[in-house]
């Protein structure tokens, strides 16, 4: 059902509508956000608020005006424990300050596997927060230019740390917090909490792993092919 297609150009496989993209099955969700924010898997299917669609890196994207957001519920057991996990999505912002992926606990008490988000001067940022402790990476670069950015945050519990790559390019990473990680978390796309500093600009073919990927498989997914 999830193999690959062949698009009419050339006869080359693409790989947006394949679920397993990397060959293996630690992909659990595919958000293509093409006109809804259905799972690939069909097991965690998001809910919508205020989201519209307009043209994507690949086919539709959804669009964060400022209020919009995506539930994740679903996937809220796979985040209450401190898990190894990657995060690879498209996004496309000319705004500041804004939360691209969270699963931060609801009551904010700063317990959460990993939040991406842009400073309000457009730099990116992934951190991690476990009993109130955090650690985070920020970028030099600033990314809200206005242009598709692919973004993958990784969370390796078995080397500690927390690593972030901007289109294919390694940015940097971080210890993660050893405090225990406490409480049940609100995964969302598009916000962080239930609507606080909501993301403004486009995202598109969010992905979601249950293991730290690789470098070259961080290439795999920056290379993905439209079906």
């Not at 210890?175 to 600009?201: H, R």
Request: glycine residues 12%.
């Amino acid at each position: 059902m999830f193999g690959k297609r062949l698009i009419n150009t050339g006869g080359v496989a693409c790989t947006t509508d394949t679920l397993q993209i990397l060959g293996d099955t630690s992909c659990i969700a595919t958000y293509r956000l093409n006109g809804d924010a259905t799972d690939l898997s069909g097991n965690y299917n998001g809910t919508a608020t205020s989201v519209t669609y307009v043209t994507g890196k690949f086919g539709d994207a959804g669009s964060f005006n400022g209020s919009a957001k995506i539930t994740l519920s679903g996937l809220n057991t796979f985040f209450t424990p401190k898990v190894n996990t990657s995060v690879s999505l498209w996004a496309k912002s000319s705004a500041g300050l804004g939360y691209i992926f969270s699963d931060e606990v609801f009551t904010f008490t700063n317990n959460y596997n990993l939040i991406i988000q842009y400073s309000g001067d457009g730099k990116l940022y992934l951190s991690t927060s476990y009993g109130g402790t955090a650690s985070n990476f920020g970028t030099t670069e600033t990314f809200n230019d206005n242009n598709w950015h692919h973004i993958v945050a990784i969370i390796n519990q078995s080397t500690n740390t927390g690593s972030l790559y901007v289109d294919e390019s390694f940015k940097g990473s971080y210890t993660l917090p050893a405090s225990a990680k406490v409480g049940t978390p609100y995964t969302v796309i598009g916000t962080v909490g239930n609507n606080y500093a909501p993301y403004n600009g486009s995202i598109d073919q969010v992905r979601i792993f249950n293991k730290a990927i690789s470098p070259s498989e961080v290439t795999t997914l920056y290379n993905e092919i439209a079906c």
